[in-house]
């Protein structure tokens, strides 16, 4: 059982590029979450998705989108790659009132 | 604004001693609340939950919490530390306002020494 799935584990951008980060998870969750991990500040939310088709903007979703054709798949695309940006990125997902499955991460680094 | 503080960012224990993590909450409505472990350059793994029902929580590698609503808190415990619980642990309070999204803390990381 994969569970969450996350790729590539790094990347190494350029100011001003732009990248998507993928996400899968074979669960059959609704919800789907995207996360970012900075040192000291815990995890913040960027956005998530209660279905496929429905996405909505967390507590950080500046510079970043995302879509959901399926159930299984919410990618995170970075556009505009920005220092800021720089961090560790999970996808997590989860049934309707359950707990978080998180995948292993992906690390970021935008120089 | 609902929030969650987990209180000291650093603990270190000694092998065999309690470990003691602390966990507070705002919020009016009591809601469910979790605990993750994070080892290193892994994803966040789900050590225990409390949604409703018993508040003492058992969970996973010997860690329990309990859910004071008076004291809105949910502190982590184990007994007796071991090396294999080194990491970084969260909080997390799934707020009655906030659908299925979760608020986490800033985490503790817990050293433990020989």
């Known amino acids: 059982n994969a569970g969450v799935t996350q790729t590539p584990k790094f990347r190494i951008l350029k100011i001003g590029q732009s990248m998507t980060l993928q996400c899968a998870q074979d669960m059959n969750h609704n919800y789907m979450y995207w996360y970012r991990q900075d040192p000291g500040m815990g995890l913040k939310l960027i956005y998530y998705?209660?279905?496929?088709?429905?996405?909505d903007k967390g507590e950080v979703p500046n510079g970043y989108n995302v879509s959901r054709s399926t159930t299984e798949d919410f990618p995170l695309r970075l556009e505009l790659a920005a220092p800021s940006q720089t961090s560790v990125y999970f996808c997590?997902?989860?049934?309707?009132?359950?707990?978080?499955?998180f995948g292993e991460g992906s690390r970021l680094t935008v120089l | 604004a609902q929030s969650v503080t987990q209180l000291g960012s650093h603990v270190s224990v000694s092998e065999g001693a309690l470990v003691l993590l602390r966990c507070n909450y705002s919020s009016s409505v009591p809601p469910y609340l979790f605990w993750y472990v994070q080892y290193p350059n892994q994803g966040l793994q789900l050590l225990l939950k409390y949604t409703t029902g018993a508040t003492l929580v058992k969970g996973i590698n010997g860690f329990e919490a309990e859910f004071k609503k008076s004291e809105t808190s949910f502190h982590l415990t184990k007994p007796s530390a071991h090396m294999s619980d080194a990491a970084e642990y969260f909080c997390a309070v799934r707020f009655g306002s906030s659908g299925d999204k979760l608020t986490f803390g800033t985490g503790t990381r817990l050293a433990v020494r020989p």
């Open positions: 998705s209660v279905g496929a088709g429905i996405t």
């Open positions: 997590a997902s989860s049934p309707e009132g359950g707990e978080l499955f």
